[in-house]
T-cell receptor, first 114, second 119 residues
Framework: DQQVKQNSPSLSVQEGRISILNCDYT??????FLWYKKYPAEGPTFLIS?????DKNEDGRFTVFLNKSAKHLSLHIVPSQPGDSAVYFC?????????????FGKGTLLTVNP | GAGVSQSPRYKVAKRGQDVALRCDPI?????LFWYQQALGQGPEFLTY????????KSGLPSDRFFAERPEGSVSTLKIQRTQQEDSAVYLC?????????????????FGEGSWLTVV
């Protein structure tokens, strides 16, 4: 039972355009969300996070939006660069439970074409 | 070292063989995690250590899986009598504090993983 779902296995965008990666969750106890980026043969690296008390968090070219009522979040990358090409994982935490445990989606492979 | 170091990077095991995967976390990191990532899937939680104490082993798939961190630094994940379904990347991660990952600067750092193939 996938509690965190990334329904798009892959996404391809042109350099300079916006990349939008989507994530849905089913567990209403999740209240903290993170995005990780993973290059081939490397471990995931933390990108950006958002608490459920917010609906937006921005860090440079990366913005995460959270819609709690829809149990949906998205990661926007503007402008996209070829170096952004990687697998992006959405992850969620229940801070009132095992607050160290990340529940990941299956990931979305982003390809940014020059 | 500068990051989380895992060894071996690649391991091919015959079915039924025992394997041991090593993780050297970042020096001074209190929290240590093991995750399993099967092909085409996201990482799945296996176990969590706070210093030498294994506080959560709820994600270990069976009693063939065993993890330890006896001195609160290096950790070993041992898999006995390996099966084909154990084929996966095993990721180790560590963080400086006991806090929600990503919150208040508590970044979790992942190693490159140990790629296990059981034939």
């Amino acid at each position: 039972d996938q509690q965190v779902k990334q329904n798009s296995p892959s996404l391809s965008v042109q350099e300079g355009r916006i990349s939008i990666l989507n994530c849905d969750y089913t567990n209403s106890m999740f209240d903290y969300f993170l995005w990780y980026k993973k290059y081939p043969a490397e471990g995931p690296t933390f990108l950006i996070s958002i608490s459920s008390i917010k609906d937006k968090n921005e860090d440079g070219r990366f913005t995460v939006f959270l819609n709690k009522s829809a149990k949906h979040l998205s990661l926007h990358i503007v402008p996209s660069q070829p170096g952004d090409s990687a697998v992006y994982f959405c992850a969620a935490i229940n801070s009132g439970g095992s607050n160290y445990k990340l529940t990941f989606g299956k990931g979305t492979l982003l390809t940014v074409n020059p | 070292g500068a990051g989380v170091s895992q060894s071996p990077r690649y391991k091919v095991a015959k079915r039924g063989q025992d394997v041991a995967l090593r993780c050297d976390p970042i020096s001074g990191h209190v929290s240590l995690f093991w995750y399993q990532q099967a092909l085409g899937q996201g990482p799945e939680f296996l176990t969590y250590f706070q210093n030498e104490a294994q506080l959560d082993k709820s994600g270990l798939p069976s009693d063939r899986f065993f993890a330890e961190r006896p001195e609160g630094s290096v950790s070993t994940l041992k898999i006995q009598r390996t099966q084909q379904e154990d084929s996966a990347v095993y990721l180790c991660a560590s963080s400086h504090r006991v806090a929600i990952p990503g919150l208040l600067g508590n970044t979790i750092y992942f190693g490159e993983g140990s790629w296990l193939t059981v034939v």
